[in-house]
């Protein structure tokens, strides 16, 4: 930014995922990507839709790529893409990964650089791919993307209980009430060291809970569909 107007700038092959497109006038797209040094942006993928086009095949979530683009403002244009691999994804992660890319969407500020998250994400879908427990590398993912936006969790002190109330952690000793989180499992939430089980059905409803807050309250679309296809 210089004397209030933002220069022309071009970035050539940062690593890259496809959050989600869509249609931009008659051939092209936009393409809302997470890169690794410059966060969520948009990009104009001009010609994307055409038979013949440089992108056809490669603009698909889940694929880590290597973008380059360039110009003015908020948009940017997509110039080059190269493919990087592909993470097979089992049916079964298919719908918590677009809950990821969902999460993304709705809580990353555009253009903030946030290269830890970028490689929560990637370790993720990695795992997600590799057979790890789907539910705790969501809840790690999930902590990670509160850390990184600045809700994250206290530091526990032992013996005590907390109670997450409109944005803040209360302290309320060591008497358990309704909804309170224990010690023990803030620590595990810290550490990332939740176990398979009751204890990670309840950090999921602690989790759920915060994120539902962070979106004032807005259902989270992907979450409500994998409801829906569960009832099948």
């Not at 990964?97 to 990353?108: D, G, P």
């Not at 907390?162 to 499992?185: A, C, M």
């Not at 999921?204 to 004032?216: A, F």
Request: glycine share 6%.
């Amino acid at each position: 930014m210089i004397n209030g107007k933002e220069t022309d700038y071009k970035v050539s092959l940062q690593p890259a995922f496809v959050l989600h497109t869509y249609p931009w006038k008659e051939t092209s797209l936009i393409v809302e990507a997470f890169t690794r040094d410059y966060g969520r942006l948009a990009l104009v993928a001009r010609g994307a839709k055409r038979p013949m086009s440089q992108y056809r095949g490669m603009l698909n979530p889940f694929c880590p790529l290597a973008v380059s683009f360039s110009g003015k403002g908020e948009t940017k244009n997509l110039t080059k893409c190269e493919w990087h691999g592909t993470i097979l994804l089992p049916d079964t992660a298919i719908m918590s990964a677009f809950y990821m890319n969902e999460l993304l969407v709705r809580l990353i500020t555009k253009r903030d650089p946030v290269p830890g998250l970028f490689s929560s994400y990637f370790s993720t879908l990695r795992k997600l791919s590799e057979g790890f427990e789907q539910h705790l590398a969501l809840r790690y993912f999930e902590l990670d993307l509160l850390d990184t936006i600045g809700y994250g969790l206290p530091d526990p002190r032992e013996g005590t209980n907390y109670l997450f109330k409109n944005g803040d952690w209360l302290d309320i000793g060591p008497n358990p009430v309704s909804q309170s989180v224990s010690f023990e499992t803030l620590k595990a939430m810290k550490q990332r060291c939740v176990q398979r089980g009751p204890q990670e059905k309840l950090v999921r409803g602690i989790i759920r809970d915060l994120i539902t807050y962070y979106l004032d309250d807005r259902p989270v679309n992907t979450r409500n569909i994998l409801s829906e296809l569960r009832k099948i």
